[in-house]
Nanobody, 122 residues
Framework: VQLVESGGGLVQAGGSLRLSCAASGGTFSITAMGWYRQAPGKQREMVARISSGGGTNYRDSVKGRFTIAFDNAKTTVYLQMNSLKPEDTAVYYC?????????????????WGQGTQVTVSS
């Protein structure tokens, strides 16, 4: 299973970006997906998560500015980021908790994307 991210880039403060993360390959079901970020010299932190049932949670600093959502097929997760601030600058990573099916069995797995850079200039 692969997670392929897109949508990062450079934007001025107050601007918007939308990140996408598509899960593909193999046979799987999604338990939850989310976005994490890591700024230079800092630990990776959760930004937003969404469960297969649609429940969401956000870190406090992005509430009201960021929105996480699935596409209709629930194989792609989006992060709409509005009113961006310089402190949002980081590498953003997609994360997925999956049930991956192998023959007659399955395993519960966590997968990560390769990361996409988001830079917000002041």
């Amino acid at each position: 299973v692969q997670l392929v991210e897109s949508g990062g880039g450079l934007v001025q403060a107050g601007g918007s970006l939308r990140l996408s993360c598509a899960a593909s390959g193999g046979t799987f079901s999604i338990t939850a997906m989310g976005w994490y970020r890591q700024a230079p010299g800092k630990q990776r932190e959760m930004v937003a998560r969404i469960s297969s049932g649609g429940g969401t949670n956000y870190r406090d600093s992005v509430k009201g500015r960021f929105t996480i959502a699935f596409d209709n097929a629930k194989t792609t997760v989006y992060l709409q980021m509005n009113s961006l601030k310089p402190e949002d600058t980081a590498v953003y990573y997609c994360n997925a908790d999956l049930r991956v099916y192998y023959g007659l069995g399955y395993s519960e797995e966590e997968h990560w994307g390769q990361g996409t850079q988001v830079t917000v200039s002041s």
